[in-house]
């Protein structure tokens, strides 16, 4: 879901009781002011799986991890997650790929050894292979006993692992021109982070099993093509706000939203990769993705057909990375594969950024055979069972940067 992520002294204070009152039901709805902040600036949340070392089930021993964590002192936050085998981390302010790659590197060995202390294992991956939602238990806190009241099962069946990635949007009016662009790259990064095959013990026929429980949130979708400003923003949140259908930011369950707060977009769609340096990546190409569409000033999407949208969502979690991707800005249909490298050698010629050369290469390797998805299907095809699955995918993350 959201824990904190970006230094609060870069871009102001978090709002503190009324936001928290709102986002745990305790208090009316709030709607913070946009903070500034640095155009092009990142921020990364990883959502982990805690896994028992032995059978490779879900293990509810969240808790004690973040008590060991909380003993250290780091650049990046750790935050529990809604259920008690799930954990969150979430970067500082970042700036580059190797910036970015060293702190999930720092993150990825931090958290394995307090978890190994506890017996449990963590792993990246969209959806545990074969956990069974009515087995989870709510973390006990006000925020997720309200999430479960609200939502009844779906609070458990949510237990699912996303990558977000935040983007320093400058200003408030900027931060839903942006979103509006980002969102139509949206699928791409579907398709490129997609790991998640298996669900509740089955093969789900779709490379991303997590994009499909996301859906069915009733906040869930995209910018509506209407808000072409913070007022036009801040005036629909005060109308759904009225009716009682939302309290605060954390109720858009958009696949690309504001974060007013922190001043930045937030792209939410990504399965957890498999290991942190392809995080580091696929934040990267989406920071710079931002930054070309800030040199288009005014500039606003031709074509935000939802349907249109909805359908590349669809076959880009379906599919993966060999799946089609129609251009809304040109009609035209294009191979996933294609239309992400035509972005990223566009990209590359404009970077200032000099790791975004490997982090491209990263991209290019997240695209052989398959993609995740593709690597995890061979194993089962090979004969493997889920909880191998389980266990490759906790070796891959454990493994770390293999540079």
Known sequence: MSGLLINEEAIGAVPGDEQAQAVSGQGPAFLPDFKPSTLGTMGIELELMVLDRLTFDLFPAAPDIL?????????????????????????SILTSFDEAAGQLEHIRSTVQRAAFEVGASISGGGA????????????????????ERKFGYLAKLFTVFGMHVHIGAGSADEATRLCAWLTQRAPLF??????????????????SSRSNVVSAFPMSGIQPEHIRSWQDFREHFDRLAAHGIVKSIKDFYWDVRPKPEYGTIELRVLDTPLKPIYAAALACYARELCLEFADQPGQWPANASRELYTWNRFI??????????????????????????????????????????????????????????????????????????ARMASELFEDGDPR
Request: charged content about 25%; some cysteine; proline content about 6%.
């Open 67 to 91: 008590r060991l964590l909380d003993k250290h002192d780091k650049p990046w936050v750790h935050t529990p997650e809604i259920t008690t085998s799930m954990l969150e981390v979430a970067t």
């Open 190 to 207: 579907i398709a490129l982070s997609s790991n998640s095959p298996c669900w509740q013990g089955e093969n789900s026929g779709f490379c």
């Open 316 to 389: 880009a979690a379906r599919d993966g990375v060999g799946g089609e991707y129609i251009d809304p800005e040109t009609d035209t249909a294009v191979p996933i594969a294609d239309a992400v490298r035509a972005d990223l050698a566009r990209l590359a010629k404009r970077s200032q950024d000099p790791g975004f050369g490997k982090a491209c290469e990263v991209i290019e390797q997240l695209m052989k055979d398959g993609g995740q998805a593709g690597w995890l299907r061979a194993h089962l095809d090979a004969g493997g069972g889920m909880n191998d699955l």
């Open 128 to 147: 545990h292979p074969f956990q069974k939602w009515n087995e989870q238990r709510i973390y006990p806190k006000e925020r997720y006993f309200a999430s």
